[in-house]
């Protein structure tokens, strides 16, 4: 029988290496699924519907938002960006375990509608070091940075709510890590509700006479 996946949120600041890592633990293991988010910017160029995104217009996304179709959703820039049920809930059926790569704020309205759901906080092992790879990435001004920086000080307030903090600084171990305690909570019999009671019955069709 197949049993039912998680859903797996996972946060951090930024230039911890978060995407990185789903990419590497997608590659390692073919029971991960990365939720595909619904937005109604348009394509770039290379990038296909139902792969990097499902691509839509305003007026089927608010729908879509009437129709409680979405898990979360934000506006970014001008356009929403949002994660859809029922891909996710189909994932999780099928076995799959659903990776939300998403910001904090985000994660939290995930888990009050899925408490089931298992949070990570990825971080690299130092501020410094943190500093240090936004630094490196070459790309972003002083000031891009500073800003990165002042907002992984406000983010580093809710960490508290995360389930578990992993720490990235050697990526194979790090996946490993993760991939780890995936598979620990997956058997938590909090997550194992449907097994358990599987079990519970059969068990009790073996005792009816007995007694």
Do not use: W
């Amino acid at each position: 029988m197949v049993r039912k996946g998680i859903l797996i949120v996972i946060s951090g600041f930024s230039g911890a290496g978060k995407g990185t890592l789903v990419k590497k633990l997608m590659e390692k293991y073919d029971e991960y699924a990365l939720s595909i988010s619904m937005t109604t910017r348009a394509p770039r160029p290379g990038e296909r519907d139902g792969v990097e995104y499902f691509f839509t217009d305003k007026e089927h996304f608010e729908e879509t938002i009437r129709e409680n179709g979405l898990i979360e959703y934000a506006v970014y820039c001008g356009n929403y960006y949002g994660t859809p049920r029922e891909y996710v809930e189909n994932q999780l059926e099928a076995g799959k375990n659903v990776i939300l790569e998403i910001e904090i704020q985000g994660a939290l309205k995930i888990k009050e509608q899925f408490p089931e759901s298992l949070l990570i906080f990825l971080t690299p092992p130092s501020g410094e070091e943190l500093k240090r790879r936004l630094e490196g990435r070459g790309t972003e001004s002083t000031e891009v940075i500073a800003k990165r920086l002042a907002r992984a000080v406000e983010e580093s307030e809710g960490v508290e709510a995360y389930d578990y903090v992993v720490v990235n600084d050697k990526l194979e171990e790090c996946v490993e890590e993760v991939h780890g305690l995936v598979d620990a909570a997956r058997r938590a019999p909090v997550r194992q509700k449907t097994f358990i009671k599987e079990i519970r019955e059969e068990l009790r069709k073996f005792t009816k006479g007995a007694e």
